[in-house]
């Protein structure tokens, strides 16, 4: 009864994000796009972290491992197409962290991608996940979260160390959603 009253608050909240039928989630974000280029040859996944319907992935079927990770059930999703090398695990970002931490998952050859998402984890939440990603391995990342210099609220920032990180605007409205990157 509270996992499915817990599905239901999520899909009030966030139900577009996971249905494709949604016109304006069936692009991916233009930085993947003028990005990919960029990204090392040794890059095998791409992980999606809040992933939601998959239009992040489109850029990368076919070419690399798809990982997506987000807080709703499989069968509720409505993807963008039917992707050709998906995992999928239905799991918070902090689950993910303990499972880094624990020693789980090699992410040498990994490119960690959120959009939107580290925002709604405190700064301690956000920089733990980094650095548990770094501890596996990982040395690509691209992060499009609101900067801490944005004027919404104070909470919903990113707010890691990006020492490292170059920043890039892709948006319209750029000033308040730039693009953390680093590519190694």
């Not at 899909?11 to 990204?39: F, M, Q, T, V």
Request: one cysteine or more.
């Amino acid at each position: 009864m509270l996992a499915q009253l817990k599905d239901s608050l999520v899909s009030e909240r966030w139900g577009n994000y996971y249905d494709a039928s949604y016109a304006s989630l069936h692009e991916p974000e233009k930085c993947l796009h003028e990005l990919a280029p960029e990204i090392p040859s040794h890059v095998t996944r791409f992980l999606n972290v809040g992933c939601g319907s998959g239009r992040d992935f489109i850029p990368f079927d076919g070419k690399l491992d798809l990982w997506g990770i987000d807080i709703v059930p499989f069968e509720r999703i409505r993807w963008v197409r039917n992707f050709k090398n998906l995992r999928y695990e239905r799991m918070k970002i902090q689950e993910l962290t303990e499972i880094l931490e624990r020693g789980g998952e090699d992410l040498t050859h990994t490119l960690v991608y959120a959009q939107g998402t580290l925002m709604y984890l405190n700064q301690k939440e956000q920089q733990r996940f980094v650095d548990a990603c770094k501890k596996r391995g990982c040395t690509n990342f691209i992060f499009q979260e609101f900067s801490p210099e944005s004027k919404i609220s104070p909470e919903e920032k990113l707010r890691i160390n990006t020492d490292g990180f170059s920043k890039h605007l892709f948006r319209r409205e750029a000033e308040e959603l730039p693009t953390y990157v680093s590519l190694q």
